[in-house]
């Protein structure tokens, strides 16, 4: 495939869904062919799954949301992303299977091999160029969340769950070579470094 594959990660309300679309926003600005989209969603089937992994009232076994996660994230791959990357294109999105096993593996205590080989499978191996992982702490990420919406059915988790999330995201920097970001720097300034990165290695 001749495009490339640029993932944001981290807590809810870490200020990775502003810095992908500012990301888009720069591509735009640029004539760049590319793509934004964020997890779960972007395909019909995915925007239904969403509504019902997110909602307050849905009740859901722990490996029913691993798998109703990995159905979206399987819909999002062969529909949208992978047709994108093989017509060259530069896809951003907000969210990956990295998302799965800090939230669902770790977070919840599911088995994370078991879990990976999970999503390996639903994205036929597909793994991003460039992965941003925006750190900060829960309570902060919580906070800005409630002020921005209210708390869906997943942020509604406790401090402990979320604690286990962040332990499992610098878990996972290590092993797949995440590049770290702190998620309370100034917006602009992130959305800089982003830019220097993805321009030294000839992305931009």
Known sequence: ???????FEGLDGCGKTTQAQLLADYFSC???E??????PGGTDVGDKLRQILLDP????????????????R???VQDVIRPALVRGMVVVCDRYLF??????GYGLRQDVELV?????????GLMPDWTFLLDIEPDVGLARQANRRGLDRIEQRDEGFFQRVVEGYQLLAKEYGFITMDGTAPIQEIHRQVVDILESENTL
Not at 1 to 7: D, H, Y
Not at 34 to 39: A, G, I
Not at 99 to 104: E, F, G, I, R
């Open 1 to 7: 495939m001749k495009g490339r594959f640029i993932v």
């Open 30 to 32: 640029r004539g760049a």
């Open 34 to 39: 590319y793509l934004h989209v964020r997890e």
């Open 57 to 72: 009232d849905t009740v859901l076994t722990r490996w029913g949301e691993v798998l109703l996660l990995a159905a979206a």
């Open 74 to 76: 399987a819909q999002l």
């Open 99 to 104: 998302s799965s096993l800090a939230y669902q």
């Open 116 to 124: 990976r080989q999970i999503n390996l499978e639903a994205v036929g």
